[in-house]
């Protein structure tokens, strides 16, 4: 068996950019769909229903790929727990690009009938299973590769995937826009499901070239891999996975509000031209992939939860003004509100989590830990928000307010969660204890113990 010292071969800064490259091209596959779900599927594959209806039905599909989404996560966060990050995180990546490919080469309504939809469906729940397994192990390849005094800057790298991926598929979308209209349905729009393909090879050469985490690595040279990691996890600390999924909530919520329904609320109700929107999604995602780092590196010096604080505090805050500024109908307001939404509030938000989540679990389920609490949580936090967005406007009159109070409750949440998680910052993964090798590491609050010590198999 590799020892634990042979296992750590590769330098934090290479695995972090691995961790960022191949989580944006996962990321990507992902939010092409709720970018087309926006602006294209309503016309494609529900152009049988009328234009509400239709919406729904785009958005229903959606949300699909994010009730897929626990399934992947607790069956490759098993494995990864059992086996290992890598292999998990390499097979993931290949169920994402063959998913989306097969996305851009399905015929429409209009060609194969009902079976357009259901296809669709059935391809979407894959994407979900791929990324739903894709999260833990690529936060964990970041976070467990790190120095403790630089966990929160190095674990962030892996975050930048979603706002990355994110600014790769509205990029896509904003080029494929440009051309006319009936060129844009026809085949705009496929082929940038299609280029996952050259993706997916860059993908997987750069995950090919990572070794295996040396704290996973210390698990299996002790022999105290977990038979049941998510036995152990639900019996152990089932508290910090609650609250941590409470934490989840706004930041969810923050992505999916301005990246996806939005998006459909400037084209669809208000009738606007979809670069409007577009544009600010683009340079918004952009700013978001340089604030993801920044916060997660501040969150080294100034702790997890008060860099994530301020940023929930930012949600809260600008929930009115946004709904206001994108009512205006001014194409200035509105891009300022997505670069807003998914630049600095999301930015700010996202950056130091991936080291927050992960120093809450125990090594030996903590692949099963980040997954379950990404993406159970994620099923509202993400997932449902176009559909719970549509209906607040459609049962309202149209306006956007009853959404920006749904804000206001949803980060007040996740605030009220992150108030009753510890502070941990400065604790080695190995055994969640404060460590003293850097001036003025925090130990966990009071009341928080660490888990105790694992049976060996």
């Known amino acids: 068996m590799r020892s634990a010292v042979g296992a750590a071969t590769a330098s934090p800064r290479k695995v972090a950019v691995a961790s960022a490259v191949g989580a944006t091209i996962e990321w990507y596959d992902f939010f092409l769909y709720g970018t087309a779900a926006a602006v294209v599927f309503d016309k494609l594959y529900f152009n049988g229903l009328d234009g509400p209806a239709a919406q729904f ?38 169920i994402m690009g ?43 390849m970041a976070v467990e590769y790190a120095p403790a005094r630089r966990r929160g800057f190095f674990g962030s790298f892996a975050h930048i995937g979603v706002p990355g991926g994110m600014f790769l598929a509205a990029l896509a979308f904003s080029i ?23 993706l997916l090879g860059i993908g997987a050469w750069i995950r ?34 609650l609250l941590g999924m409470g934490t989840r909530l706004v930041e969810g919520f923050t992505f ?33 992939v340089v604030l993801v780092p920044l916060a997660g590196a ?8 008060p860099v994530y604080r301020l940023g929930a505090w930012i949600a809260l805050l600008f929930a009115f003004p946004a709904a206001a500024m994108v009512q205006s109908e001014s194409r200035a307001a509105i891009f300022v509100t997505f670069v807003v939404g998914l ?27 980040l997954s379950t609490l990404y993406q159970v949580s994620g099923i509202v936090a993400s997932g449902l928000t176009p559909l719970i967005a549509a209906w607040l406007v459609a049962r309202g009159d149209g306006t956007l307010w009853w959404v920006a109070t749904y804000n206001v409750a949803v980060a007040a949440l996740s605030l009220t969660c992150a108030r009753f ?27 928080w113990r660490a888990p105790e010590p694992p049976v060996r198999v």
């Open 57 to 94: 039905a785009a958005f229903g599909t959606f949300a699909v790929g994010f009730l897929a989404r626990p399934l992947g996560g607790v069956v490759f966060g098993h494995f990864g727990d059992r086996i290992g990050r890598k292999q998990m995180l390499l097979l993931t990546l290949l």
């Open 98 to 140: 063959v998913g989306t490919v097969l996305i851009g080469l399905l015929p429409t309504y209009d060609q194969i009938g009902v079976w357009a939809p259901v296809l669709l469906v059935v391809l979407r729940v894959l994407q979900g299973i791929g990324v739903g397994g894709e999260y833990g192990g690529a936060v964990l």
């Open 176 to 198: 494929a826009g440009l051309l006319p209209e009936e060129q844009f349905l026809a085949w705009g729009w496929r082929a940038c499901f299609v280029a996952s393909i050259f």
């Open 208 to 241: 090919l070239s990572v070794m295996e985490t040396p704290a996973f690595a210390k698990v299996q040279e002790a022999e105290e891999v977990s038979r049941l990691p998510l036995k152990d996890l639900l019996a152990s600390q089932p508290r910090p996975l």
């Open 256 to 288: 999916n509000l301005f990246s996806v329904y939005l998006l459909a609320y400037v084209v669809t109700n208000l009738g606007l031209p979809r670069d409007w929107a577009l544009q600010g999604i683009v340079v918004g995602s952009f700013l978001g």
């Open 298 to 305: 501040w969150s080294d010096r100034l702790g997890r939860k």
């Open 343 to 369: 630049g600095v509030i999301y930015g700010v938000v996202y950056g130091p989590l991936a080291s927050f989540w992960s120093e809450l679990f125990e090594t030996r389920y903590r692949y099963t830990a």
């Open 421 to 447: 998680l510890p502070e941990t910052r400065g604790l080695d993964l190995d055994t969640l204890e404060a460590v003293g090798a850097r001036p003025g590491a925090e130990a966990p609050v009071p009341g």
